[in-house]
T-cell receptor
Framework: GDSVTQMEGPVTLSEEAFLTINCTYTATGYPSLFWYVQYPGEGLQLLLKATKADDKGSNKGFEATYRKETTSFHLEKGSVQVSDSAVYFCALRQGGSEKLVFGKGTKLTVNP | SAVISQKPSRDICQRGTSLTIQCQVDSQVTMMFWYRQQPGQSLTLIATANQGSEATYESGFVIDKFPISRPNLTFSTLTVSNMSPEDSSIYLC???????????FGSGTRLTVV
């Protein structure tokens, strides 16, 4: 079945460092891909999405490009802030289904 | 996007008892979902709550253990029945409006079974 694999956390960075969180997926067809973020004590929020190959999703300085050839959707940010400390989830949705399949999540801590 | 109020935010329950979690949305939504997030694990879909009909359960989840109600387009409940410590998890309500991409999640219910 469909699955999502994220890099193991936790990830600890200093403020203004470059961030990459790797995400690869296994799915048939052409799923839509998502990054969700969960700040401490809050629910999941959609960070960005991409619906077809080579699409780039972006929001709040974060970017991810849908790479079908490598079945990847890595999350990047050029300069992280303390306020970016959260858990990040990669997810996919198969066409014709409303079900989201999530990765295990990666906890990011940014120190001042 | 929709705003979800999920209650309770956390609870500690005795094994063998049941807990009902409520999910209230501030607008009518097409689909509502219930997820479980076990400690250190990913989110797993329990079921899709359908308005006016029985919920659709994912493999490994059954109605007797997780009965769901969806009386209208803005409200749903999930009951965790006959609880055991293995049911200790975060339970999240999620909704989607039109288009299928606008998933919104509640803040979750952190359940501990002792």
């Amino acid at each position: 079945g469909d699955s999502v694999t994220q890099m193991e956390g936790p990830v600890t960075l200093s403020e203004e460092a470059f961030l990459t969180i790797n995400c690869t997926y296994t799915a048939t067809g052409y799923p839509s891909l998502f990054w969700y973020v969960q700040y401490p004590g809050e629910g999941l929020q959609l960070l960005l999405k991409a619906t077809k190959a080579d699409d780039k999703g972006s929001n709040k300085g974060f970017e991810a490009t849908y790479r079908k050839e490598t079945t990847s959707f890595h999350l990047e940010k050029g300069s992280v802030q303390v306020s970016d400390s959260a858990v990040y989830f990669c997810a996919l949705r198969q066409g014709g289904s409303e079900k989201l399949v999530f990765g295990k999540g990666t906890k990011l801590t940014v120190n001042p | 996007s929709a705003v979800i109020s999920q209650k309770p935010s956390r609870d500690i329950c005795q094994r063998g008892t049941s807990l009902t979690i409520q999910c209230q949305v501030d607008s009518q939504v097409t689909m509502m979902f219930w997820y479980r997030q076990q400690p250190g694990q990913s989110l797993t879909l329990i079921a899709t709550a359908n308005q006016g009909s029985e919920a659709t359960y994912e493999s490994g989840f059954v109605i007797d253990k997780f009965p769901i109600s969806r009386p209208n387009l803005t409200f749903s409940t999930l009951t965790v029945s006959n609880m055991s410590p293995e049911d200790s998890s975060i339970y999240l309500c999620s909704v989607t409006g039109t288009g299928g991409y606008g998933y919104t999640f509640g803040s979750g219910t952190r359940l501990t079974v002792v």
